[in-house]
């Protein structure tokens, strides 16, 4: 096929054009902030949590520790967004803000209930588990000295943009796609450009078809003005390239809350001390380029010594387990008192087993060059007949 490639005519076998949308982000909750505080703004989870009680103390944001990402029906979204829209301070880096208000403004018409429109607009992806509201500023800032400086101006900034984007419209995308026959061989091609920033304009996010210059326009439309069974004409040809997979990369700081969040490991209000705590017992290297979190001897140790006696210990199923016992709690399916009583009753099965098979981890903790200099080679999985 490589070799034929050049100067063959290939025909078109199928090619369409179809629209899709990215749906505007829900209300902003703990985890969202400090996952894009971490990709966003270079900033720790623990800084960040720093900076947002900081600016909660200060009366320009809300609570920052919340895990609802939902706004309430009686939540005040006009009054919030009049504090941003039509303000010339704002119109510097946030001028979608005041976009926002006088769309919403035209759409509700003389008199018409501004907030009304707005809940309307809001995600419905969020929810509301009932403890504090989504975090949304309070009041207007004008620069980083009202924020204890510059980390924490630009915070507040991501928090004021988030807000406005949460009640944006959609992004919308065109997208081509064509697929070639040649000789024996099928191939797809497609470009995509975006119709509608929507509140991605808000965030300062790239989306598809951001890419620099006309390229990707003029790629769209020569895709989408090939018709099916038409013939197109290969003068480039072609050439073949070998690849290999790559593994993943370590997980980043932003990742791993994410993972928490998902195995309810920590809450909104611990999550970030869990995260600054293995970094700083040297369990994990921080690379502070990439916010990437890559495990250090003393971590792999511990962890192989812990799997060895009882994976519980290491595994988030114990404390996913809790979480979803308290949940059944507060929906009135379990009784406190049976929930607690068979909690109790798990961890001593489990202390006992502990105390049974603790011999085995100094057996693994030893290759640690942490803990042993004079061992060399990075710890390793062991099996229990190793280990015995």
């Known amino acids: 096929v490589v070799a034929a490639a050049a100067g063959a005519d290939a025909a078109a076998s199928d090619s369409c054009t179809f629209v899709s949308r990215d749906p505007r982000p829900p209300a902003l909750n703990t985890v969202s902030l400090l996952k894009a505080a971490s990709e966003e703004l270079g900033l720790s989870p623990g800084d960040a ?59 509700a018409g003389q008199g018409g209930d501004l907030n009304a429109a707005l809940l309307a607009r809001a995600s419905p992806d969020g929810v509301d588990v009932g403890d504090h509201p989504p975090i949304t500023p309070v009041k207007l800032a004008t620069g980083p000295r009202q924020c204890e400086g510059e980390a924490g101006w630009a915070l507040y900034q991501y928090i004021c943009r988030r807000f406005v984007a949460s ?54 439309r020569a895709l989408s003005a090939v018709a099916p069974g038409g013939r197109l004409f290969v003068s480039c040809g072609a050439a073949a390239e070998v690849g290999w997979t790559q593994p993943p990369p370590h997980l980043s700081e932003a990742e791993l809350l994410g993972l928490m969040e998902d195995h309810g490991v920590g809450t909104d209000a611990s999550m970030a001390q869990h995260v600054s705590n293995v970094i700083r017992r040297g369990f994990v290297l921080l690379d502070e380029a990439s916010r990437r979190l890559t495990p250090a001897p003393l971590g792999l140790a511990l962890v192989h010594a812990l799997m060895l006696v009882d994976e519980g210990l290491v595994l988030p199923c114990v404390r996913a387990n809790i979480e979803r016992e308290c949940g059944r709690i507060a929906r009135g399916e379990a009784s406190f008192e049976a929930v607690v009583e068979e909690t109790l009753g798990m961890f001593k099965r489990r202390f006992e087993h502990f105390v049974r098979r603790a011999h085995r981890r100094p057996s693994v903790l030893a290759t640690c060059p942490v803990l042993n200099p004079h061992h060399s080679d990075p710890p390793h999985v062991m099996t229990e007949q190793a280990a015995e």
């Open 167 to 220: 009640l944006s419209d959609d992004c919308l995308f065109e997208t081509a796609k064509l697929r070639v026959s040649l000789g024996e061989e099928t191939f797809e091609a497609s470009a995509t450009r975006c119709t509608q920033r929507g509140w991605a304009g808000a965030v300062r996010v790239r989306v598809a078809g951001d890419g620099p210059g006309p390229a990707g326009e003029e790629t769209f």
């Open 49 to 107: 949590m720093h900076y947002a009680e900081r600016l909660y103390l200060n009366g320009l944001t809300s609570y920052p520790r919340t895990e609802t990402s939902r706004y309430a029906p009686g939540f005040d979204l006009a009054g919030t967004l009049r504090c941003l829209g039509g303000r010339e301070e704002v119109r510097e880096w946030l001028p979608e803000a005041e976009a926002l208000y006088r769309q919403v403004e035209s759409a």
